[in-house]
Structure formats: C-alpha cells, structure tokens
C-alpha cells in the first residue's frame, strides 16, 4: 500500500492549476448543421403558426405574423453568426458565448416586439406569443446542435 503522506497529496493536488489543467475543446464545424437547425426550426414554427391562425381565426388573423417572423429571422441570424466562434475553444468559454447568442437573440426579440407592437401597431398578444414561440423554436434547435458539437469535445494532444 503507497503510504502518501497529505502533505505530499496537497502539493501534488497545487501541481494541477486552472492554467495547467488540459481543457477540452470544441471540435468544427458547427456551421453547416446549425444553419440547417435553426432555418428547419424557424420555417417549422411558421408553418405552425400560420395553421393555428387559419385553423383558430382569432380577431387579429394574420396581423402581425410577418412582422414575428422578420424578428425572428434577424435573431436567428444573430445565432448563427455568433455560434460558430465556439469552435476551437474551450468549452467553458463556448458555453459563455452560447449564452451570450442566447441574450442577443432575446435583447433583438424583445426590440423587435417594441418596434412592431409600438412603431407598426401589429397586435400586442398575438405578436408577442409568436415572436416567444420563433426564440423557443430557434434555441431549442441551437441547444441541440451545441451540445451535439460539444458532446465531442476533447483535450487536445500535448496539452
């Protein structure tokens, strides 16, 4: 039995800091497969709104379901052009800038309702249900395709 004494366990636990620890990282590309998930889940969620609208035939009918889908399609824009910057790094940081893509997309959701709600008078209920529905739709698939990517993340050789 390997008699180690703590004094000999701490300093050798003090060996391994943060700047010496191998860190996975995120292996490439995630560009193609994150475009085909967000537009599928975009045009997915448009199909579906536009059925519940011809299906329900609320009040407001289509007024605002352009405007929701222009909004949605400039924060989906704004995730696939943020996201491929996690290739290459470590995931921690990957996972910072998931989150970051995340908060752009929500901060142009939610500007993006103003403008249509306030500046274009699309209704208020229906277009903010929608524009919810297109960021759920879009991180969701984002959330699949990131994890897919970092799920394969590994410790560079050398490191």
Do not use: Q
């Not at 996690?86 to 939610?110: H, Q, Y």
């Not at 698939?141 to 050789?157: D, L, Q």
């Amino acid at each position: 039995m390997d008699e180690t004494t703590s004094s000999e366990v701490s300093s050798a636990d003090n060996s391994l800091t943060p700047a010496k620890r191998a860190t996975p990282v995120v292996p490439g590309p995630v560009t193609k497969s994150l475009v085909t998930a967000v537009t599928v889940a975009v045009v997915g969620t448009a199909i579906c709104i536009a059925g519940l609208i011809f299906l329900l035939k609320p009040e407001s009918g289509f007024a605002g379901f352009g405007l929701a889908t222009v909004v949605a399609i400039i924060g989906a824009a704004a995730g696939v052009l943020l996201l491929p910057r996690i290739v290459g790094k470590p995931v921690d940081r990957a996972l910072s800038v998931v989150m970051m893509t995340a908060g752009v997309r929500v901060t142009i959701s939610a500007l993006g309702a103003v403008i249509a709600v306030r500046g274009l008078g699309a209704p208020l209920e229906s277009t903010a249900m929608m524009i919810c529905g297109y960021y759920v739709a879009t991180l969701f698939a984002e959330s699949v395709v990131v994890s897919r990517t970092i799920g394969r993340a590994t410790v560079p050789s050398g490191a």
